[in-house]
């Protein structure tokens, strides 16, 4: 989902550290160096990396369209290859008939399927395109702050692990605690009374 | 701090409280949010409410939508002692409306629609397009920062438990003559 649909998912995250200088550089190399690399005819089932926002399969990570005005733009790319079941099991059918037949035997042990499932997988994971999914983000350096355009888990998890990866800074998500903690500007005593609320009863 | 895994799910229901809040200041007190930067802002309850009752053996959820329901169930609901998980909003400031739906446990902001921008024609016409949007986010996020922010000040101090909740209880009360 991109940052111009017309509709979006925003995840927000505050960047825990300060990233060293010179900042554009470091962004970028940063970026670069974990720039998604392409899977297609190779045995990798799912790949994460990042890309550029405004040309998501050809990155260069050019200053003039990573930096807008006070954000940094850029997008996580996720392709990951999808196999339905029905194709493994079809495929899978032919192979063991294949070897029964060039064996001359009438069962295969629990090995031997095994192996054969594997090696059906390992076929079709070549052959098979990866999908590649977008997901865009901004980064406002100044106010130590992300936005990542989707809500997916999966596609969080992955952004938070390949940011730390790059940047070697952690994010922190915002829900109720981190933003009551981080955002409200609450002193000791407060942030302990926080700690210690518990759920309310409204029906009196 | 706290792990954040423990705290999620600890606190969650910090977020089913701020949006009952939400509702119960947009239906009474409307004014408490705007401030200097956003005078004369509305807020208004959109196409889609969501409630859980966690009081009963079993949760029970009970989701409103369309654009003209009624919230007679979900006062029903609130009088049963469910807390809104979920709820659609509108917010209108300087007659720019912001559409978006709020998940109470994360408070994560989804099916976001800001307010129109400029179409982009060209390719020139992109960094435009980001930096109208990106000030419509923050425009948005900083108005839900400021408003969470009143919230958690108010949880935590005694006026909570001494006015807040007694005037939650009263409005809940005077929904079953609704």
């Known amino acids: 989902m991109g940052l111009l649909s017309s509709s979006v998912s925003v995840t927000r995250y505050k960047v825990n550290g300060r990233i060293q200088n010179p900042v554009i550089e470091t962004i970028t190399s940063g970026l670069k160096k974990n720039v998604i690399q392409d899977v297609d005819g190779e045995d990798a089932n799912t790949v994460v990396g990042w890309t550029d926002f405004d040309d998501p399969f050809q990155p260069k990570f050019e200053s003039s369209s990573l930096i807008v005005g006070p954000y940094l733009i850029f997008s996580m790319r996720m392709d990951k290859k999808s196999i339905p079941a029905k194709v493994v099991q079809k495929n899978f059918a032919i192979e063991s008939a294949k070897r029964l037949a060039k064996n001359l035997k009438t069962f295969l042990s629990r090995n031997e399927k095994k192996e054969i499932k594997d090696q059906v997988i390992r076929t079709l994971t070549l052959r098979i395109p990866a999908t590649p999914n977008v997901y865009d983000a901004i980064w406002s350096h100044e106010q130590e702050s992300v936005w990542l355009f989707t809500h997916q888990k999966t596609a969080c998890e992955a952004f938070e692990t390949l940011f730390f990866k790059s940047f070697n800074l952690s994010l922190i998500r915002y829900f109720p605690f981190t933003m009551a903690d981080l955002l409200c500007g609450l002193e000791a005593v407060q942030r302990d009374t926080l700690s210690r609320l518990t759920p309310t009863r409204f029906a009196g | ?178």
């Not at chain 2, 799910?9 to 809040?21: A, C, S």
């Not at chain 2, 409103?64 to 807390?83: H, S, T």
């Open chain 2, 1 to 178: 701090m706290l792990d954040v895994s423990v705290s999620y799910n600890r606190y969650k229901f910090i977020g089913y409280e701020f949006l009952t809040w939400l509702w119960y200041v947009i239906e009474n007190d409307k004014d408490i949010l705007s401030d200097s930067e956003s005078p004369g802002a509305l807020v208004e309850i959109g196409n889609r409410l969501v409630l859980q009752n966690h009081l009963t053996h079993t949760v029970e959820t009970i989701t409103i939508k369309g654009d003209d329901a009624g919230l007679e169930e979900a006062y029903m609901a609130l009088q049963k002692g469910a807390v809104v998980t979920e709820i659609n909003l509108s917010y209108k400031s300087e007659e720019q409306i912001w559409r978006f739906c709020l998940k109470g446990e994360s408070l994560g902001i989804s099916n976001l629609k800001t307010p129109d921008t400029a179409p982009i024609e060209k390719k020139e016409d992109i960094e435009g397009a980001i930096l109208e949007k990106g000030y419509l986010y923050e425009k948005l996020f900083s108005f839900l920062d400021k408003t969470f922010n009143r919230f958690i000040r108010l949880r935590i101090s005694e006026a909570w438990s001494t006015n807040i909740v007694p005037d939650i209880q009263k409005w809940i009360r005077s929904s079953e003559r609704k």
